[in-house]
């Protein structure tokens, strides 16, 4: 590996020092290798140099391999991934400097942006990973770089059943709460499983409804034939032209949607996906949270950010009136992940009460 880098990077100072055609600069280096008595088979070289120069690098296997879920880096000499939610460090090195034309290959084709003004970023790439870069001086010295895959299919509720992430009744519970249009909020830690378990109750409806999704960076998978996504936007250089998720909410609600559904609550935008389920739109969002309750709870105060004037007593009893089921996923010890927690809403005269939901 360290010879491939060290050829992919005498082939990028061609590149930089004025040759254009990628295709002739692997071949002569090829070539200069073999002469030089480097035993590697000459189409696998090749195929190696072209993907450092063109495609995602070392990283390329990585992100090819189907058991990791997620890639990150901490340094040129700390690289780690999650194998079946099993996180392992891989023996790979890879120079500062590739690690930042790596970024910027990635960034290339997402129109977002990464310096000392805005030293963080979020983007979706080609193959529909999700990129998180952060860089120094926020971080204490190399660029810390995460690369978090998702799965090409969508998988159905019955699927989620044979990998037993739920039990059959409670699939049966979920589906049947999507169809009669409940507003569903599904909570979790980061990897739980959360969007995968969002996607698998949105497939319920795939054929009749039609999907308007907003999120930060596209995560969603739907197999819906009615379906508009949008991701926000950060400012440009100017510090102009930032689409935040409250202004894409308030903008879906314009679009007729059956169903509305917010990747991630993070933040203010909590009301604006309030006061849309209370208007009579069926909804569903993920929350980070560590229990179905705590999550409700959460749904109570992020609203509360969007300003002084916004009431505590109206945004709690909007959530109890507008939340109807809360389903809690987790991440176990042996790497699978499962719905450990579900409650649903028992709404009275005067007050809703919450209940647990038969998990089997």
């Known amino acids: 590996m360290n010879s491939i880098n060290t050829l992919a990077s005498l082939a990028r100072e061609r590149l930089i020092g004025g040759a254009t055609d990628v295709d002739s600069v692997v071949a002569a280096i090829v070539d200069e290798a073999f002469e030089s008595g480097l035993s590697i088979d000459e189409r696998d070289l090749g195929s190696q140099l072209k993907k450092n120069l063109v495609g995602l690098g070392p990283l390329e296997e990585l992100l090819l391999d189907p058991n990791i879920e997620e890639v990150w880096i901490n340094s040129p000499s700390q690289i780690f991934v999650a194998r079946n939610a099993v996180t392992e460090q891989v023996d790979l090195e890879i120079s500062d400097l590739e690690i930042r034309q790596l970024v910027e290959r990635m960034l290339r084709s997402s129109g977002r942006r990464l310096d000392r003004s805005e030293p963080f970023v979020d983007a979706t790439l080609t193959d529909g990973s999700r990129l998180h870069v952060v860089i120094p001086e926020v971080t204490r010295k190399f660029w810390s770089v995460n690369i978090r895959k998702f799965p090409k299919r969508v998988l159905s ?100 949607p059956t169903r509305l559904v917010i990747g991630e609550v993070r933040q203010a935008e909590a009301l604006d996906l309030l006061i849309a389920l209370n208007s009579g739109i069926s909804g569903m969002c993920t929350i980070h949270a560590n229990s179905a309750f705590e999550a409700l709870r959460k749904l109570q105060l992020l609203p509360l950010l969007a300003g002084e004037n916004i009431p505590s007593r109206f945004v709690e009893e909007t959530v109890n009136q507008t939340i109807d089921i809360v389903v809690h996923c987790q991440l176990n010890k042996d790497g699978t992940r499962s719905v450990s927690q579900a409650i649903e809403a028992r709404r009275g005269i005067t007050e809703t009460c919450w209940v647990g939901v038969n998990l089997d």
């Open 157 to 256: 509720l019955q699927q989620l059943v044979e990998t037993k992430t739920l039990g059959p009744n409670l699939a049966r519970y979920l589906e049947s709460g999507f169809v009669e249009g409940k507003n569903i909020l599904v909570s979790g830690a980061t990897q739980a499983g959360k969007t995968t378990l969002l996607c698998a109750i949105l497939d319920c409806g795939s054929n009749s409804q039609r999907l308007v999704s907003v999120e930060e960076t596209f995560e969603i998978r739907t197999n819906y034939v009615d379906w508009v996504a949008m991701q926000a936007r950060q400012p440009n250089l100017e510090g102009v032209g930032e689409i935040t998720l409250r202004r894409l909410v308030r903008e879906a609600l314009r679009m007729r």
